[in-house]
């Protein structure tokens, strides 16, 4: 009973996760879409410098896949009983992280706008500091389970 209520309250903490990232890509193709008068009826929004998607958010795209893949190389590595591989995957995975959050960080600091600029940047920095937030917390996370592995408490 209770492994399946922790498995009823996992589905529903990622279902709620999902409706809350939808609202806000909801709300950026809104805005795109169908830009209204009072940012100038066009996208970005008139005065705006948009943030060119093959730069930086590029290279945070590709270390955030790198990291799933590692992350799950860590998990098959737990299930096939290598801990040592486990625990490298975990620590690369936690590497990459880490390196997205300061790349992240890098990106807010010089971005041309701020968050008061319009629904672009509210949206902007709404929805990847919330990502953000996530990877932050998921790091913690990962931490924990490294440090649990090398204690030994998983089992295959």
């Given at each position: ?68 893949a590692s992350v799950t190389w860590a ?42 600029d319009s629904v672009y940047g509210s ?34």
């Open positions: 009973a209770v492994q399946q209520g922790l498995r009823m309250g996992m589905i529903l903490f990622i279902v709620s996760e999902i409706m809350f990232f939808f609202a806000f890509f909801w709300a950026f193709f809104t805005s795109s879409l169908s830009p209204v008068f009072n940012i100038g009826g066009v996208w970005p929004p008139a005065g705006i410098e948009a943030i060119s998607p093959w730069g930086l958010p590029l290279l945070n795209t590709i270390i955030l896949l790198s990291s799933g998990h098959h590595a737990i299930v096939g009983g290598f801990k040592k591989d486990a625990l490298l995957g975990l620590v690369i995975t936690i590497i990459f992280a880490v390196i997205f959050t300061g790349l992240q960080g890098f990106e807010y600091v010089n971005a041309p706008f701020a968050m008061s949206v902007f920095f709404m929805a990847t500091g919330f990502h953000g937030f996530h990877v932050i917390i998921g790091t913690i996370f990962l931490f924990v389970c490294a440090f649990r592995l090398y204690l030994n408490h998983f089992s295959r």
